[in-house]
């Protein structure tokens, strides 16, 4: 049974009253354990991760297996079916031990809307962190969602415009392109930032060739970042080079010109003329002069 959104009458609990209850939100090692049949046990209404990348599952399977399951989830009643549970935190253990079909061992409080989503956040925070992308998808899911901004703050220990930023970048980049490439917990703000400015300039297509691409679908999250990041480097058109050489009595070109966009050089083959940079060099003083004597005869010439 899916969760529907939250109700209205939960979304206003403003930050104070919110943070005062943080510490009476998580589970406690004085709290009662339960067993629950994991078929009984719903996600949260609010996904907090990218789904298909949870590269630990195996081995969190093989640690409750070997060693029980250490540490109890939290979970609420579900406010649409007394028979069930929701959970607060805890997505990966009862995951690994539905795979096991074993019970979960939890600890039930009943909880608000609001306060579900500020535990399940500063949970994350206390333990696997969220990548950078992943903060900014669950920030994007909880606005979306009706909660106002500060009980997503709360929820991320973020400033007011930090969390401007996160939901900023988010916005500009379609949520098919970031659920494509995943949690990548390498790529931090400064690099998703260069990724939607990236997609502005060169479109969506570019990202959908890459991303349907065989070697896109091979790799792993912070991999295909990477490949789309450097997909969607802006081609630089290079000023074209005018290029000249010249030689003694059609011999090895000893000085090379070339000139393009706002440039020029003079290139000398110190092999075939040894010492004539420095010398031609040391004569651009008088070189310069000339040329500014050659500019004013040809402007008075001009104006006769």
């Known amino acids: 049974m899916r969760s529907v959104r939250p109700r209205g009458a939960n979304l206003r609990v403003k930050t104070g009253p919110i943070l005062h209850l943080a510490s009476d939100l998580r589970a406690e090692s004085g709290d009662p354990v339960i067993e629950v049949d994991p078929i009984l046990i719903d996600s949260s209404f609010i996904k907090d991760r990218i789904d298909g990348f949870d590269s630990e599952h195996g ?21 649409d079916n007394s028979a069930r549970y929701q959970v607060v935190y805890g997505h990966r253990r009862v995951r690994a031990c539905q795979s096991l079909g074993r019970t979960v061992r939890a600890v039930v409080k009943t909880l608000t809307d609001a306060q579900l989503v500020v535990a399940q956040g500063q949970e994350n925070s206390a333990r696997k962190a969220l990548s950078y992308i992943e903060r900014a998808f ?6 979306d969602s009706g909660f106002e901004r500060d009980v997503i703050m709360a929820a991320l220990s973020l400033s007011k415009s930090h969390l401007s930023t996160l939901i900023s970048v988010a916005r500009r980049i379609p949520a098919s392109i970031i659920q494509a490439i995943g949690p990548a917990p390498k790529a931090g703000e400064p690099r998703w930032v260069a990724l939607a400015d990236r997609l502005e300039v060169c479109g ?60 020029a050089s003079v290139i000398v083959d110190q092999k075939e003329a040894p010492e004539f940079g420095r ?20 402007t008075e010439t001009s104006a006769k």
């Open 59 to 79: 081995e969190l399977v093989d640690s409750i297996r070997d060693h029980g399951q250490q540490v109890p989830v939290l979970l609420r009643p579900h406010p």
């Open 138 to 143: 669950f920030a994007i899911r909880l606005s």
């Open 204 to 263: 969506a297509d570019v990202a959908t060739a890459v991303i349907g691409s065989d070697a896109f679908g091979s790799s792993d999250s912070d991999e295909r970042f990477l490949a789309l990041f450097n997909a969607l480097r802006p081609q630089i058109e290079r000023p074209s080079l005018e290029s000249k050489s010249w030689s003694v009595n059609g011999g090895r070109p000893i000085a090379t010109f070339r000139e393009g966009g706002k440039k």
């Open 279 to 298: 010398f031609l060099f040391a004569q651009l003083p008088e070189l310069y002069r000339d040329f500014l004597r050659s500019k004013e005869a040809s």
